[in-house]
């Protein structure tokens, strides 16, 4: 198991830092782990000039599975474009051709209290949501702002999917959901737009390799509406990469706590990249006091999708659940009673439930 830890900036090195514990763990107890450490982001432009240097371009090569903490912060944000901490994740996205991502919106029991939805409409909530992360309208060309024949000045983007990227995508979905509750419901906007009609035409023909999984559509637009009135009622979720964009951000906010959430981007072979949804936190970073559960949980998704160890994916899952009962809380999803811990704290406390 060939793992490329990559901290980042701001809370990365501290939520990275603790998830790493966890690895250390799992080698102690006989699994052949090797990690290896790279810069990306600010932290790799301040050591290399280059957000996506040489060095880490290799080792996540080399790698099976790529642990990523996050990126950004205001001191960099003068930087031209393309030296930008963000266009180092967008590149190593590209460059190993992470197309599946992978973001689970879980209410933890323990926590229904932290949502924005009345806790019987979210109570239980497990959904899984499959965007695909290298077509779409974000890379669709032409694209741009001209001047059109009336002299006016006009923008332009341009949604494109080809067959295969749809198949490739739909397999992973149908695929999660076969392990899953075997509910697939496929989301576009097939009603106005030629390409997401086709979508849908290519993710109903794929259904024929997956017999025991029961697919529906749905409008972008009303799938927007049902995630808020009755969130239970899905299982996983496909969807192109703007819808996905926008739909995942919604899926997220029902479980009300940024970071609790993980994220999983896989290529064609499950090689993935695993990182929790939130950013690097430049206003907490450095005090110790991040929430490292979504980083952690991510390690749990890594032992699932890249290395198929559903046992120990469960067991990391298994030791954050007994944390959370028994009260151990970071500042984020703190409430009064519970027993406020630090970042490493909240380690130490997922060590021992481990
Ligand atoms: P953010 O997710 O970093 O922070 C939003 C809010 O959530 C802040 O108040 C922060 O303190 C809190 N927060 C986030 N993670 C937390 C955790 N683990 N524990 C406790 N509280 C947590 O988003 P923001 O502020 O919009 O962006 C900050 C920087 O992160 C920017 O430079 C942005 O570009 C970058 N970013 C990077 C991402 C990545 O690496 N994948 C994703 C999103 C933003
Ligand atoms: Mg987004």
Known sequence: MKIAILPGDGIGPEIVAQAVR??????????PIETDTAPLGGAAYDQYGDPYPEA?????????????GAVGGPQY??????MRPERGLLRIRKDLNLFANLRPAVLYPELAGASTLKPEVVAGLDIMIVRELTGDIYFGQP???HINAAGEREGFNTM????????????????????????????????VLECTEFWKEIVSDEARHFPDVELSHMYVDN??????????????????????????????????SIGMLPSASLDERNKGLYEPC?????????????NPLATILSLAMMMRYTFGREDLARRIES??????ARGVRTADIYEPGSDKVSCSGMGDAVMAAL
């Open 22 to 31: 966890v690895l250390e763990r799992l080698r102690a107890d006989g699994l």
């Open 56 to 68: 880490t371009q290799k080792l996540v090569r080399a790698a099976d599975a790529v642990l990523l």
């Open 77 to 82: 944000d003068t930087l031209p474009r393309d």
């Open 143 to 145: 694209r741009g702002v």
């Open 160 to 191: 494109r999917y080809s067959e295969s990227e749809i198949r490739r995508i739909a397999r992973v979905a149908f695929g999660i959901a076969q392990k899953r509750n075997r509910r697939l419901c496929s989301v576009d906007k097939a009603n």
């Open 223 to 256: 799938a927007a509406m049902q995630l808020v009135r009755n969130p239970k009622q899905f299982d996983v979720i496909v969807t192109g990469n703007i819808f996905g964009d926008i739909l995942s951000d919604e899926a997220s906010m029902l479980t009300g």
């Open 278 to 290: 939130h950013g690097s936190a430049p206003d907490i970073a450095g005090r110790n006091v991040a």
């Open 319 to 324: 030791a954050v659940q007994a944390v959370l």
